[in-house]
């Protein structure tokens, strides 16, 4: 569908949103008029901004992407997260280590 069909479509439709509503919520003609120009105008600005960013999407140009420099690197960053993770595990067990004693001798002191 082009994309000028699709605004066409669009605004028809809010047309004949803002028919319904102006219909079941206003109680004069002018409220009639009012609700539906809105509504309308939602739509039609709404499909203009939807018609925009699909346009924009889909002109999209292929990049280079170096996926042999982004793996080494990601490579490193696990390598890294090992290392301290390891590092993180020995302090947790020295910590642990560090309260068992420290609670054997206050028991032991009372």
């Known amino acids: 569908m082009l994309g000028e069909n699709f605004v066409y479509f669009f605004t028809v439709q ?9 219909i079941l919520k206003s109680f004069d003609a002018e409220g009639l008029l009012v609700y539906t120009f809105f509504i309308t ?10 018609i925009a960013l699909y346009f924009k999407t889909l002109n999209a140009k292929s990049q280079f992407f170096p996926k042999d420099r982004h793996e080494r690197e990601l490579d ?7 290392k301290r993770e390891t590092l993180i595990d020995s302090a947790s067990k020295i910590t642990d280590i560090a309260v068992n004693l420290n609670s054997q001798h206050s028991v032991a002191d009372a």
């Open 14 to 22: 809010g047309f004949f949103v803002g028919i319904i509503f102006g």
């Open 41 to 50: 105008a939602f739509f039609y600005l709404f499909s203009h901004i939807i």
């Open 76 to 82: 490193m960053f696990v390598k890294e997260i090992n």
